[in-house]
């Protein structure tokens, strides 16, 4: 099992002030990753809470963060629920908040749900949890153009999204869209006939050939826009920014890690509304990753950082 590399980490542990002795929520836990670098500046005398909405991250963090056992409380749940989370494990008076909207590397390549479009064989599942909500599967199949387009181009910000919800609608007419596979033919179909490519079964001498790809796969947008609407991450994400404020301690900090301009527009705008209100902007610009990150982990690229502290 490959362990995700964490993002921004040095300048998180500076930015969250951390020292011996106090008590941090990291509400998206993944393989532990943050959490091990902030239980080693808490010391034996600090506590950190860890919450993933993913069973099987919260099994991997536990094996991760063996040597801190009893200063881990584990919680299996959606951080949009934090108030009542703090609440129920009697974690009051919390110094330090951390929310890293990345997603898990192990979790989106080694898990079999279908967040990844280089899968082709596996099924569009894309839940993080198993809650009983709609699968991926489940939202191509039933929704309506109208919606799914919406979805595309909202989640997404994808520029075909009318012409790949068209596209989905009149496969799913023949046959239902089960695989990643099936999904990434559909949208790939979309972009080689706006570009007058030719069709063949080779899909990687296609991609190779053809000059607008510049990089970014043409099923990434659509990818992120069905895993966002599967797991409500942007009302998750709206929800839990006020309790967040709520449950720290007057001069705690909370640090927001996002990795794309839906997410960090919505963090932007909460910290601006609130501002001298009751917290206190610690950067106004999002702090990046530096070049020598960038080199040894090129999806830190993307990553912003910003930090706010209660007052």
Same mark, same amino acid.
């Given at each position: ?15 969250? !002030? ?46 991760y ?32 908040? $951390?929310?890293d ?11 079999g749900?279908?967040?990844s ?6 099924p ?23 919606? $799914? ?17 068209e ?12 695989t ?45 826009? $069905? ?35 839906l ?34 982990n ?5 990553? !912003?950082?910003?930090?706010?502290? !209660?007052?």
């Amino acid at each position: 099992m490959t362990r995700h590399v964490p993002v921004l980490l040095t300048e998180l542990l500076t930015a969250l !002030k951390l020292s011996p002795g106090m008590r941090v929520v990291d509400c998206t836990l993944g393989d532990g990753g943050h959490a091990e670098k902030i239980l080693e500046k808490v010391a034996t005398s600090g506590r950190l809470m860890g919450i993933d909405a993913d069973p099987e991250a919260v099994l991997q963090a536990k094996q991760y963060l063996y040597n801190f056992e009893g200063q881990v409380i584990f919680v299996r749940d959606n951080f949009r629920n934090l108030n009542k989370i703090v609440q129920e494990n009697n974690f009051a008076g919390v110094d330090a908040i $951390l929310i890293d909207l990345g997603w898990s590397s192990p979790q989106f390549e080694e898990r079999g749900r279908g967040f990844s479009f280089q899968h082709p064989e596996e099924p569009l599942d894309m839940r993080y949890s198993g809650e009983n909500i709609g699968s991926a599967t489940d939202i191509l199949n039933t929704r309506t153009e109208k919606e $799914l387009a919406t979805i595309f181009a909202d989640y997404g910000e994808e520029k075909l999204s009318k012409k790949i919800a068209e596209a989905v609608v009149n496969t799913r007419k023949i046959k239902q869209i089960k695989t990643v596979g099936d999904l990434v033919e559909i949208i790939l179909q979309v972009y080689r006939k706006k570009l007058g490519v030719v069709e063949t079964h080779n899909h990687a001498s296609v991609l190779e050939k053809v000059p607008w790809i510049g990089g970014l796969h043409p099923a990434t947008k659509i990818f992120q826009a $069905l895993r966002i609407e599967v797991n409500n991450e942007l009302v998750a994400l709206q929800d839990v920014l006020p309790q967040a404020v709520k449950v720290l301690s007057p001069g705690g900090r909370l640090a927001v890690i996002s990795f794309h301009s839906l997410e960090d527009r919505i963090v932007k705008h909460f910290f601006k509304k609130n501002k001298e209100k009751n917290i206190l902007i610690i950067n106004k610009k999002p702090i990046e990753c530096a070049e020598e990150e960038y080199q040894s982990n090129p999806r830190a690229r993307s990553a !912003k950082l910003r930090v706010i502290e !209660k007052i």
